[in-house]
């Protein structure tokens, strides 16, 4: 079973388009966040949701929409799409804010390109 | 969240103990010490954490310094499926976020 699952794996699509990548955890967990992976490597979030509330907003631009209908859904949708777009992109989530230190749990990414 | 230091790349022979150092010469009484690493094309993978304690589990150990400003990933038995980039990352208790670095890239030879 798929912990953390995101859909679809490879997406490429021109420039101007508008496309939306999918999340499903079952885990049972309320916190769910988007990261992204650029060309070199780095690793950075891009949203946290807490039980369908938008915590963390990483100075994204705003043709970056996050959407969660319920706790263990966050999906992305992204509006005209640039090249700079182009990277992989991970869906995760945690159970709260434990004081023991919440673990997060990745998905296995989708990997964007705009040509 | 602290920021921690470690090597750009290690290389281990397989069958031996891969030990990967970190350093969080700045880190906080509140911020445990996470370890992720993430093999190619693949999300990051959760390896094991801990506060002031060494810890182990089924994948590594965690041996963390007395002062907690340096720590090591120990991988007991290192095969060529642990060839990967490994992330320590000191994470304030609570935070709802990993900030990740650059990593090691360790790379595992037969």
């Known amino acids: 079973d798929t912990a953390v699952s995101q859909t679809p794996k490879y997406l490429v699509t021109q420039m101007g388009n508008d496309k939306s990548i999918k999340c499903e955890q079952n885990l049972g967990h309320d916190t769910m966040y988007w990261y992204k992976q650029d060309s070199k490597k780095f690793l950075k979030i891009m949203f946290s949701?807490?039980?369908?509330?938008?915590?963390i907003n990483e100075t994204v631009p705003n043709r970056f929409s996050p959407k969660s209908p319920d706790k263990a859904h966050l999906n992305l949708h992204i509006n005209s799409l640039e090249l700079g777009d182009s990277a992989v992109y991970f869906c995760?989530?945690?159970?709260?804010?434990?004081?023991?230190?919440?673990?997060?749990?990745f998905g296995e990414g989708s990997w964007l390109t705009v040509v | 969240d602290a920021k921690t230091t470690q090597p750009t790349s290690m290389d281990c022979a397989e069958g031996r103990a891969a030990n990967l150092p970190c350093n969080h010469s700045?880190?906080?009484?509140?911020?445990?010490v996470y370890w992720y690493r993430q093999i190619h094309s693949q999300g990051p993978q959760y390896i094991i954490h801990?506060?002031?304690n060494n810890e182990t589990n089924e994948m590594a150990s965690l041996i963390i310094t007395e002062d907690r400003k340096s720590s090591t990933l120990i991988l007991p038995h290192a095969t060529l499926r642990d060839t990967a980039v490994y992330y320590c990352?000191?994470?304030?208790?609570?935070?709802?976020?990993?900030?990740f670095g650059q990593g090691t890239r360790l790379t595992i030879n037969p």
């Open positions: 700045t880190i906080s009484g509140n911020e445990y």
């Open positions: 990352i000191a994470r304030i208790q609570g935070a709802q976020k990993l900030v």
């Open positions: 801990g506060l002031k």
């Open positions: 995760a989530s945690s159970q709260g804010t434990g004081i023991s230190g919440n673990t997060i749990y």
């Open positions: 949701y807490n039980n369908k509330e938008l915590i």
